[in-house]
Structures are given as structure tokens and as C-alpha cells.
């Protein structure tokens, strides 16, 4: 069975696959920042994402996908990612917004 959401990375970025066959991609030299969402909606639903915001959009990663623990450690190599950010996130049952990174200006 083929997974609902696939991450994968490369040294260009990294692109989300969906079920339906969409496929969200961000480019590493667009990145512009990193955000965690939470939602109230869990357990039974998924309730954290992650957010990359680019030049061009947003994509938009569930946790949970397949290949996100390896998108986490790639994402912990951006200077100045902020762990505790992703810390409170995984923690947070309430709709909330968390910055993880932020290009420099």
C-alpha cells in the first residue's frame, strides 16, 4: 500500500508526494522560514504540520509522513533552527503557530 504522504530530500529540497498524486516541492536556496501548526483536532486526527514557506507557497507536511524524522534532522541543520520550538509544538493541543527558522534577512 502505498503511504499517504512521502517526504523526500535532496541537496535542491524537498518535495511532499499526496496520495492524489499532488506534489508540493520547496527549493533550499527559497526557503524563507520553517513553522510547526497545531491543531486541538488530535488524537484521532492529525494535528501537527509542518509548514515551508517559500517564494513561490507553502507546503504543508503532515506528521506522520513517511521520511519526516529525515526532513526533522535536515531541518536541524538550518543556523539557528530552534529545537525548543519544536519541542513546545509536539506538545501544544491547541491551535498555534510555532517558528522553528527564518532565512536571514
Not at 499532488?22 to 524563507?32: A, K, T
Not at 506538545?91 to 527558522?101: H, I, K, L, Q
Request: charged share 30%.
Amino acid at each position: 500500500m502505498k503511504p499517504e504522504y512521502l517526504v523526500e530530500i535532496d541537496e535542491h529540497g524537498v518535495s511532499c508526494h499526496h496520495q492524489d498524486g499532488r506534489i508540493d516541492v520547496v527549493r533550499w536556496d527559497e526557503l524563507r522560514a520553517v513553522l510547526i501548526e497545531t491543531s486541538d483536532r488530535g488524537p484521532f486526527e492529525t494535528d501537527v504540520f509542518w509548514i515551508l514557506v517559500s517564494e513561490r507557497g507553502e507546503c504543508v507536511i503532515p506528521q506522520g509522513a513517511t521520511g519526516d524524522a529525515e526532513l526533522l534532522a535536515r531541518l536541524q541543520r538550518l543556523d539557528g533552527f530552534d529545537n525548543q520550538a519544536v519541542i513546545e509544538a509536539v506538545a501544544s493541543t491547541d491551535n498555534r503557530r510555532f517558528v522553528c527558522w527564518t532565512a536571514p534577512v
